[in-house]
């Protein structure tokens, strides 16, 4: 590539005082006078933090980066940006991806980069790295940080869906104080993100899928040495891209979107995937909805036998063949032609990979489940959607119709869910309000809630549960979340009452609560609305400003993009 075409080159290129500026402060590292002249220059957008456990390995997997950039001819740097740790981060990792998003796409714009490599792990830290990246638009390569080796606990294989099946046990008095201790050790044992297909892992495949990284990044690892190999090669693959001027939207277009969605029902993908997708889709300027994502509709079958799904975990997968492996057997519904990071057509990152274990990759012909993916329910409960995930659902509870018992926020839940004078039995259906973008706000994973103690005493371990919250990618449960419109702006969700009847109908894609328009209407009138949590700050701008989940819970300033072109130049 011409050098004066390198965007870095505005500013190391340049003479005078201001060329003087942009290389001197540089050179104070170290930095000898030709890397700075004329190599592409590749930002390494890290989000280590010793608060997120799961991206705390990320400064050496960044020095791999840096040795591929170094070997392809490219100049590497890297920065931070805010870091989102899903275990430790209050009230909800969910309010902080926006601000994370901001601070990657202003961080990208702001210096001189030619391209970009997304170091993310912990669920937001993809979402919000890939956003804020494509809203600016240069070469990127995403390498996401890889699952933590399998837990081990008492001879068996345990990892983060585990602990709600612990959680539930201890509360019923089925395991003992030392026991869940234990536990705790026994289950997060190596570096890395969650090892069963939650959030994380559904994030990994999402950019695998969508072309955004190179083959196999969805699967190997944290601990293996072949993800630092992947790193090392994505290095050395961005600055090829640079020197192609192959950009994100070359990448994210609509056929890609395509891939991801069919990958993810396959997979049994985090409920998550949806809102994030959506908004990645609204910052490059792809068009998709909620009905985009009815996988049903395509009769996409479940092939890969992980938890919460099914029984095994992403080590165990990375074994069996990984990603790769998985989309040879969707073949048919892929997009093959569709270019990747590595240039070539998705179809190369699956055609020579093979199966080395049917327990964990199944073909099309014999699925582990003809239900799989993510169901969009509507209904005069949820006019703008709704969703639910049948592979984790309870199948008999699929078509279901109950007396609502309703919980007006999380307060309110905490405060009744356990308590024994609970008007509640095993056919009610469990409504919790005010869990949603605004009103929570930040959107938490609290959908899945718990089954109300008396009911476990008697062995009921699933019941319908409604929300305008998410939940984890780890979770399960006949869960329908994501209602919007949320009860927060007003949406019938906050009009429901206890005893109301709400009826669900999954495979008619149902969500009906049993009252008249005229009905809801006067309940509607009488609504008050309520105050916002803050009046300042992060959280006063994001309460103004956040969208529905149907729109993936971006702010409504922060869609489409705004290039990589710098306002003003003060030098
Ligand atoms: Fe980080 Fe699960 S807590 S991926």
Same mark, same amino acid.
């Given at each position: 590539?011409?050098k004066?075409?390198?965007?870095s080159?505005?500013w190391f290129g340049k003479?005078g005082k201001?060329g003087f500026?942009y290389?001197?402060?540089?050179?104070?590292?170290g930095?000898?006078?030709?890397?700075l002249?004329g190599?592409p220059?590749i930002g390494i957008c890290n989000?280590w933090?010793?608060?997120t456990?799961c991206?705390?390995?990320?400064?050496?997997?960044a020095?791999?980066?840096k040795?591929g950039?170094y070997?392809?001819g490219g100049?590497?740097?890297e920065?931070?940006?805010?870091s989102l740790g899903?275990?430790l981060?209050?009230p909800?990792?969910m309010?902080?991806?926006?601000?994370?998003s901001m601070d990657?796409?202003?961080?990208?714009?702001?210096?001189?980069l030619?391209?970009?490599?997304?170091l993310?792990?912990?669920?937001k830290?993809t979402p919000a790295?890939?956003?804020g990246?494509a809203?600016v638009?240069l /070469?990127t390569?995403?390498?996401?940080?890889g699952?933590?080796l399998t837990?081990k606990?008492?001879?068996h294989?345990?990892?983060?869906?585990?602990?709600w099946r612990?959680s539930?046990?201890?509360r019923?008095?089925?395991?003992s104080?030392?026991?869940?201790?234990?536990?705790?050790?026994?289950?997060?044992?190596?570096?890395?993100h969650?090892?069963v297909m939650?959030?994380a892992?559904?994030m990994?495949?999402?950019?695998e899928s969508?072309?955004?990284s190179?083959?196999?990044?969805a699967?190997?690892?944290a601990?293996?040495?072949? $993800?630092k190999?992947l !790193?090392h090669l994505s290095?050395s693959?961005?600055?090829?891209?640079v020197r192609?001027?192959?950009k994100?939207?070359?990448?994210l277009?609509?056929?890609?979107f395509e891939?991801?969605?069919?990958v993810?029902a396959?997979?049994?993908g985090?409920?998550n995937f949806?809102?994030?997708l959506?908004?990645i889709?609204a910052?490059?300027g792809?068009?998709?909805?909620?009905?985009d994502?009815?996988?049903?509709?395509?009769?996409? /079958?479940l092939?890969?036998?992980?938890?919460p799904?099914?029984?095994y975990?992403?080590?165990?997968?990375?074994?069996?063949?990984?990603?790769? !492996?998985l989309?040879?057997?969707l073949?048919?519904s892929?997009n093959?032609?569709?270019?990747?990071?590595?240039g070539?057509?998705?179809s190369a990152?699956?055609?020579?990979?093979?199966?080395f274990?049917r327990?964990?990759?199944?073909?099309?012909d014999?699925?582990?489940?003809v239900v799989?993916?993510?169901?969009?329910?509507?209904?005069n409960?949820?006019?703008?959607?709704?969703?639910?995930?049948?592979?984790?659902?309870s !199948?008999?509870?699929?078509?279901?119709?109950?007396?609502?018992?309703v919980f007006e926020n999380i307060?309110?839940?905490?405060?009744?869910i356990?308590?024994?004078n609970?008007?509640?039995? !095993?056919?009610?259906v469990?409504?919790?309000?005010?869990?949603?973008?605004?009103?929570y706000p930040g959107?938490?994973?609290?959908?899945?809630?718990?089954?109300p103690?008396?009911?476990l005493?008697?062995?009921?371990?699933?019941?319908?549960?409604i929300?305008?919250? $998410?939940?984890?990618?780890t979770?399960f449960?006949?869960?329908?979340l994501?209602?919007?419109p949320?009860a927060?702006?007003?949406?019938?969700?906050a009009?429901?009452?206890?005893?109301?009847?709400?009826?669900l109908d999954?495979?008619?894609?149902?969500?009906?609560?049993e009252?008249?328009?005229?009905e809801i209407a006067?309940?509607?009138s009488?609504l008050?609305?309520l105050?916002?949590?803050?009046?300042?700050g992060?959280t006063?701008?994001y309460?103004?400003h956040?969208q529905?989940a149907?729109?993936?819970a971006?702010f409504?300033?922060?869609r489409?993009?705004?290039?990589?072109e710098?306002l003003r130049?003060?030098?």
């Open positions: 590539m011409d004066k075409k390198l965007r080159q505005q003479k201001d500026i290389r001197a402060w540089m050179k104070n590292q930095i000898p006078a030709h890397e002249q190599k220059v989000t933090s010793e608060l456990p991206n705390a390995h990320f400064r050496e997997l020095e791999s980066v040795h950039i070997e392809a100049f590497p740097v920065f931070p940006v805010m899903e275990t981060i209050k909800t990792a309010l902080y991806r926006n601000l994370v990657v796409e202003e961080s990208i714009r702001a210096n001189p030619d391209g970009v490599v997304l993310c792990g912990c669920d830290t790295l890939v956003m990246a809203s638009n /070469p390569i995403v390498v996401s940080g699952p933590m837990g606990y008492r001879g294989d345990i990892s983060t869906s585990d602990v612990f539930e046990a201890y019923a008095g089925k395991m104080d030392e026991e869940f201790y234990v536990a705790e050790a026994c289950m997060a044992r190596s570096r890395g969650c090892a939650g959030t892992s559904t990994a495949c999402m950019v969508l072309g955004l190179l083959a196999e990044n699967a190997i690892p601990a293996d040495s072949r $993800r190999v !790193a290095g693959r961005i600055v090829d891209m192609e001027d192959l994100l939207s070359d990448i277009t609509p056929t890609a891939n991801a969605i069919t993810n396959a997979i049994g985090s409920t949806i809102i994030h959506l908004a889709a910052r490059i792809v068009k998709l909805d909620m009905d994502f009815n996988t049903s509709v395509k009769n996409i /079958p092939l890969a036998n992980l938890q799904s099914g029984d975990f992403m080590e165990d997968f990375f074994y069996a063949g990984g990603l790769p !492996a989309m040879k057997e073949d048919g892929l093959r032609d569709t270019i990747t990071v590595s070539k057509p998705m990152n699956y055609e020579t990979a093979e199966c274990n327990k964990l990759i199944s073909t099309v014999e699925p582990f489940n799989a993916g993510i169901t969009v329910v509507k209904g409960l949820c006019e703008n959607g709704a969703v639910l995930k049948p592979s984790a659902a !199948a008999e509870l699929m078509q279901h119709t109950g007396k609502a018992v307060e309110d839940y905490k405060a009744k356990d308590d024994p609970l008007d509640v039995d !095993a056919t009610s469990l409504v919790l309000k005010n869990v949603g973008p605004k009103g959107m938490p994973e609290v959908g899945n809630m718990a089954i103690k008396k009911l005493e008697q062995g009921v371990t699933d019941m319908v549960r929300s305008d919250g $998410r939940m984890s990618g979770g449960g006949t869960v329908v994501h209602v919007s949320e927060a702006v007003g949406g019938t969700l009009v429901v009452q206890d005893g109301d009847i709400i009826t999954v495979p008619a894609g149902i969500l009906n609560i009252l008249s328009d005229e006067e309940r509607k009488k008050t609305v105050p916002n949590l803050s009046n300042r992060y006063y701008l309460q103004n956040v529905q149907h729109l993936g971006d409504d300033f922060l489409g993009g705004s290039g990589s710098v130049d003060s030098h």
